[in-house]
């Protein structure tokens, strides 16, 4: 007998795909929807009426904590993508997932935003833990009604959390300190520029940042590091000035490294100048960084795969909900390194429906 399983093997689509046609739901071109269809008629294919009623009956919900994207700051629309996709494989199996973003500037945000979410019941959580003290009333919460929850791109140590889904942050700053002594061998001052925010925000960025001291520290490489902080990197002109006046101050510097996604911005604050002489290394593969990469502004730039994030952590918890299948308690993504060369053949095609 064949399944649907089968069927979207042999239309190469998704089994949620699949599902979406058999079940008349939007969401799938015409193109594939006709191509679906046929392949469905060719094989006398009929939905089993128990199953599926048995499916609906067993219906589990995951909820997703996660940070709004926008045009600037477009580095959350690849693990949100990531989760849409695996939404739609894993709705034939009776499990629904709904998103639910928050301003990640904004621990209120984040806790409305999760009361929000607390309110549609859901059967496990997946969660961007920004806010280390309003994270602990959030699981307290969630704990106190035995709510399982996973850990997406932060990793924050103390948690009872199932899994945490994401990059080595340590290992990745490790490894773009020995790129950056790769690019210049010499004993010589770097910076590190970040937001305030981040310094005691983001875990995964502090991480990173210690990873980097700590490659020249354990290798006895003679380097001095420093850091500038910014506090607000959106402020185009006070993180122009900033920048620029601590170069010129500063003219012994050969790179910087940006912990986080807004490399591009300090590529555009930047006098020509202090880019032509100054080595650049950052992390992820946004539009806007891409294009530094291509442009030659920046050198390195270290994939976290977003959108292999978001799509696992989905696929990880339907499994535990599905056939109680327990995650490893730290699922790592692997890290990529970037260049000119070779960014377009890393860029995951991250639509949601097969066209």
Not at 102 to 113: A, D, G, M, R, V
Not at 185 to 204: D, M, V, Y
Not at 263 to 288: A, R, W
Request: with cysteine.
């Amino acid at each position: 007998m064949i399944t649907i399983k089968d069927i979207a093997k042999e239309a190469n689509v998704s089994e949620g795909t699949v599902d979406r046609v058999i079940h008349n739901r939007s969401g799938v071109s015409k193109k594939t929807a006709a191509k679906v269809k046929k392949i469905l008629e060719q094989h006398n294919f009929s939905v089993n009426p128990v199953a599926s009623a048995l499916a609906m009956k067993n219906k589990h919900q995951i909820s997703v904590l996660i940070p709004e994207y926008n045009d600037d700051d477009l580095f959350w629309k690849s693990p949100y993508l990531g989760i849409l996709k695996a939404a739609t494989d894993v709705m034939s199996f009776g499990v629904q997932v709904n998103s639910f973003t928050y301003n990640q500037y904004n621990p209120i945000s984040y806790l409305t935003t999760f009361n929000e979410l607390l309110e549609t019941k859901p059967t496990a959580v997946i969660m961007v833990p920004n806010f280390s003290k309003e994270t602990q009333e959030i699981v307290d919460q969630l704990e106190a009604i035995d709510i399982p929850y996973l850990f997406l791109n932060i990793d924050i140590k103390g948690f009872k959390n199932m899994a945490y889904v994401g990059q080595d942050s340590y290992t990745a700053g490790y490894i773009a300190g020995k790129l950056m002594h790769f690019n210049i061998p010499q004993s010589s001052e770097f910076l590190i520029i970040q937001s305030r925010h981040n310094i005691t925000k983001n875990n995964a960025v502090s991480n990173r940042i210690k990873g980097f001291n700590d490659y020249f520290i354990k290798n006895k490489i003679e380097s001095k590091i420093q850091t500038l902080k910014i506090e607000n990197l959106n402020n185009s002109q006070e993180t122009k000035e900033k920048i620029n006046n601590y170069l010129k101050l500063h003219t012994g510097i050969k790179g910087i490294f940006v912990p986080s996604s807004r490399i591009y911005i300090v590529v555009d604050c930047m006098e020509s100048i202090h880019l032509k002489n100054i080595e650049l290394i950052g992390f992820d593969n946004t539009p806007q960084n891409t294009q530094c990469l291509l442009n030659d502004a920046v050198s390195f730039l270290i994939s976290q795969k977003p959108f292999d994030q978001g799509y696992q952590a989905v696929r990880l918890l339907a499994d535990f909900l599905i056939q109680n299948k327990i995650p490893s308690p730290k699922i790592y993504l692997p890290i990529d390194i970037l260049i000119k060369e070779n960014v377009k053949y890393n860029m995951r095609n991250d639509y949601i429906l097969e066209e």
